[in-house]
C-alpha cells in the first residue's frame, strides 16, 4: 500500500478477536526490555506521558490503561545503573486500572491537592538530564500532549521543561521493534497472504472475460477466511492506475495486465503484499516487450530498496536506493514514500522509508532502522505506456524483518512476472 498518514491511536487497541497473540505478554516484553534499551540509545533519562479525558495520548492504551478521567502522569525512569522505575500519578478513582496494567512500580493517589506537587517531587528527587515528551510536529503517535497541559507542566516543573525532548524517536523505537510474538504473527500474515494471492493468480480462478475485479477479491477474501485470517485491506487494479481503490466491476480481459495490493491480518497483525500477473492473449506465450522491461525495472528496485534496508541506515536511505534506481533509467520519480512500517496496521509505527520532503514526511525519515522492525518495500513505476495509452503502474511489494545483518524477505518474494493462461507461471 501506498505510503499514508501514519496510524491512529485505535492502532493499539486489543487485536481482532480470535487472535493468537498475548497482548499481556507483549505489553510486558515491550516495556521491560524495549524500552530501557531505546532510551539508553536515545540518551533519555525519563519519559513522561502527560495526559486526561476526552483528549487522551494515544500512549496510553500501549500501556494497556483503558481510561483516565483527571490529570495523570506516567513516568518511565532509567537510573544510572540501567534498572527501571516506573511511577504512575493519578486522581484516587484512576489507581485501580493503572495498577491493573502492571507497568508501574508506584501509583501515587491524589486528591484535592491535584497532580503538582508530586510531580514536581519526583521530577526534582530524579533530577533527569533529558526528559522525552509526548509532542512532535510528525509522529502522530508521540503527538499526546495538547498545548493546555504542556502549560501545567510549566507550572508544575518550572525550569526542568527546558530539558524536554520529543519523544519521537523514542516511541518509534518501542513500538517499531516488534516482540518474538508479533513478528510470528506479522510472518504468518504474510506467508498467508502470499498463498492466497497465488491461489488466484491462476487459470482455476481468473477465467478472461467472466471474471470481475470484485469477483477475484471476493474469492480472496473466502480464502483467507479459511486460512483463519482477516482482511487488512483489498485492492484490485485492471486497466487505468486509480490509486487506493475498492475492486470494481469492470471484467478482466486477455491482455490486461492485474495489480493486486492486498493484505490478510493474522491475530489482528497485518501484511501488505503486491504482486503483477499478465493474463496471455490466445496464441502468447510469454508477456509483451514492454510489459516485461517494466517488471525487471521493479524488480530491481524492489531489490536495490530491501539492501537498502539494515540496521544504521536510515528510512531516506532506503528510500534513496530504490528511488534512484529508478530515475536512473529515466523513470519520473514515484510520488510517495518506497515503504512503510506494518503492524497492527497496515501502516505502522516505525522510520519513514521515504524522501527529504520536509512538509510531508519530515523528521522520520532520518529515524534509523533497527533489529526487530517489519517493514513492506514497495517502489512503484508510474507511466503512461504508448502500448496502453492511459496512466498506468507497476509495482512489486514484499514484506520484509529486520535483524543485525539486514533485512530478510518473509515467504517467497515473487522473482518474475506471474503469466495466467497456456505457458507456465511462477
Known sequence: MILLTLLLASSFLAPAQGATVDRDAIRKHRFEKL??????TQGVDMWLTFTRENATDPILAVMGVDHIVARGAMVFMRKPDGTMHNVAIA???DVDPIKGCGLFDDVIAYKKE??????????????PKVIAVNYSRDETVADGLTFGMRQYLDEALGDYTKRFVSSDKLVVSLLGRKTPQEIDALRQAAEDTQRIIAEALTPQIV????????????????RAKELGDEVAFASVVVGPSRGHSEPTDRVIQYGDVIRIDWGASHGGYSADIQRTAYVLKQGETKAPAWLEKLWVDILEANRAA???????????????AGR????????????HGTGHAIGLKVHDVGPKLGPDW??????????????GQVFAIEPLIYIKPPELGYDFHMGLEENVIVDATGAHYIGTPQTELILIGTASTK
Open 91 to 93: 486522581a484516587s478513582y
Open 324 to 335: 534512484e534506481s529508478l530515475t536512473k533509467k529515466g523513470y519520473d520519480e514515484y510520488p
Open 358 to 371: 520536509p512538509e510531508r514526511y519530515g523528521e522520520p525519515v532520518f529515524f534509523k532502522i533497527e533489529p
Open 306 to 320: 530491501t539492501a537498502a534496508c539494515k540496521p544504521g541506515n536510515a528510512g531516506i536511505d532506503v528510500d534513496r
Open 207 to 222: 477465467k478472461p472475460g467472466l471474471t470481475t475485479e470484485k469477483a477475484l477479491n471476493d474469492w480472496m477474501e473466502k
Open 35 to 40: 524500552l530501557p534499551e531505546g532510551m539508553k
Open 114 to 127: 491535584g497532580v503538582k506537587p508530586h510531580l514536581a517531587e519526583l521530577v526534582k528527587k530524579a533530577n
